[in-house]
């Protein structure tokens, strides 16, 4: 059986595990200190096989496997999780880069996920009956799994992506392959280790690899569909294989969030939430509201209270407990945000904050949080998802130019609204051309099995709730005559 072992990480099957390795390795980075942690086994066509010839009798078996005890195991697994929260924590803090206490709070947030998937699973397969006019003919619309389901991770929330996904899939009575990012390899490893506890042998595995191996995966004969979250370039090319190979696929490919905050607004309050919201993960989340809209009413007063939360955030090493802000992921990152902010400064656009950060016995990327007032509306800043602790603030002029500004980007993930005026902020929400709004808070999850969904550029398909489990399923209808045997 391949294992764990010191600081690397390999491919992983439930009993009999995935015995081939194709000889190629990558090295893991350490994101606080840019040291070398160890390598992942890159799988290729022999691993590949070998895991999907696996996954196809998990998937016989796990069809047989009662929902109640299927969200069994889901519990089970959130207790687990739970229990090894400081190493998972750790690990997060490693492959991330975030601080330790942002990734205890990942660590929890994933035990919910689960349990809230175990609540679901009663409803997850339940078949419905219809009737025609006469009462002559009746028929059951029953769901079944898809088949095989493979599920790209990315590396900035990969124990949480990874619950989301697997939980759903296996509701949905699916096998399970991971394909973990080479930059974070080893957590959602030992989450599926923990879920897979009570599953039949085959319902969870993991395969290590890059593009090419997702690549293989997505176009094997055993694969039925593809979950994807990552960068937006790239999840076209995964839409487009799985469309070629006959895989259905789900994408989930990042935002450009706006949060907009009315004159109306606690002000104090919408500043500092979406701040933390948009610095979370160092930037480095799909969800983050980069883009802070606010009535040019009340424009110098949310500069002002920008600046002030901008220099409460504490840029040190990610395992100290007063840390805010930990490192950047990779030295590409790094190397972007500066060139991002020197174009800026040619242009002549006021920016505050983004320089480097020199954080003692830690060899890491670090910067402090940037603010950029008044962005150009076509600069990258304005347009494109950075994964970067930058933040701009621009002017809206009424309700209408507000529409517009939150609507001109080509991505449609999320959005914040904030104002006292419940009625304002619904109508206003449903004019924005995104899958998910926040009214007056910016990302709580205590409507956890409400589906999040892109549009546009942010991709196809649900995450979360029941629709989330529906993904994995297709239906089947059954025809009867009455009276016939």
């Known amino acids: 059986m391949l294992r764990e072992t010191g600081l690397h990480a390999s491919h992983w099957g439930v009993g009999n595990a995935v015995s081939t390795i194709d000889g190629t390795v990558q ?41 109640r005890d299927i969200s069994t195991a ?97 509701l949905a009575r ?42 293989m995966l997505i176009s094997h004969p055993s694969t039925a569909v593809v979950s994807f979250t990552g960068a937006s370039r790239a999840g076209r090319q995964v839409e487009v294989l799985a469309a070629e190979s006959g895989v259905k696929s789900i994408t989930e490919l990042g ?22 919201a948009a610095m979370r993960n160092q930037g480095a989340t799909c969800t983050a509201p980069a883009r802070l809209l ?27 407990e007063a840390t805010t802000m930990g490192a950047l992921r990779h030295v590409v990152a790094d190397d972007r945000m500066a060139a991002l902010l020197l174009d800026l400064e040619q242009a002549s656009v006021e920016v505050s904050g983004g320089g480097r950060v020199e954080v003692e016995g830690r060899s890491g990327r670090y910067r402090s949080p940037a603010v950029v007032f008044d962005p150009p509306a076509d600069h990258p800043v304005s347009t494109d998802e950075l994964f970067l602790p930058i933040v701009s603030i621009r002017a809206f002029d009424d309700d209408a130019h507000a529409v517009e500004i939150a609507n001109e980007t080509a991505f449609g993930l999320s959005a914040g609204i904030w104002s006292r005026d419940q009625t304002r902020a619904e109508t206003f929400a449903r004019a924005l051309h995104v899958g ?46 009455r009276g016939q045997q």
């Not at 022999?46 to 078996?61: F, M």
């Not at 009340?298 to 002030?308: A, I, Q, Y």
Request: glycine share 8%; aromatic share 4%.
């Open 294 to 320: 606010c009535s040019r009413t009340v424009l110098p007063e949310v500069e002002e209270l920008m600046r002030d939360v901008q220099q409460s955030v504490v840029v040190a090493d990610p395992y100290e």
């Open 255 to 276: 935002g450009k969030s706006a949060s907009i905050i009315f004159e109306d607004a606690d002000l104090e309050r919408a500043v500092r939430e979406t701040f933390r």
């Open 27 to 67: 090295e893991v980075v350490d994101a606080p200190d840019a040291h070398v942690l160890g390598a992942v086994p890159i799988g290729r066509w022999r691993t590949i096989d070998a895991a999907c010839s696996l996954a196809v009798g998990g998937l016989l078996d796990i069809s047989r496997v009662r929902a």
């Open 74 to 170: 889901l519990s089970n697994a959130a207790d687990a999780v739970e229990h090894h929260e400081r190493t998972l924590a750790a690990g997060l803090v490693r492959e991330t880069g975030k601080p330790l206490s942002e990734a205890e709070r990942e660590v929890a947030a994933t035990a919910a996920i689960l349990r809230n998937y175990a609540g679901l699973g009663s409803a997850s397969g339940t078949a419905r009956a219809v009737w025609s006019d006469s009462g002559a003919a009746w028929g059951v619309a029953a769901p079944e799994a898809i088949g095989v389901a493979l599920l790209v991770l990315p590396w900035n929330l990969p124990l949480m992506i990874t619950a989301h996904k697997a939980a759903a899939a296996l």
């Open 174 to 215: 699916c096998s399970i392959i991971l394909k973990p990012s080479p930059l974070a390899p080893r957590t959602p490893m030992r989450l599926a280790q923990l879920l897979s506890a009570g599953l039949p042998e085959g319902a969870v595995q993991v395969v290590q690899g890059d593009a090419e191996t997702a690549r």
């Open 436 to 481: 998910t709004v926040h009214i007056n808070h910016y990302g709580r999850q205590d409507s956890l099995d409400l589906p999040s969904s892109g549009r546009g550029r942010s991709g196809f398909g649900s995450e979360g709730g029941l629709e989330g489990v529906s993904e994995y399923q297709v239906t089947k209808s059954i025809h009867f005559l």
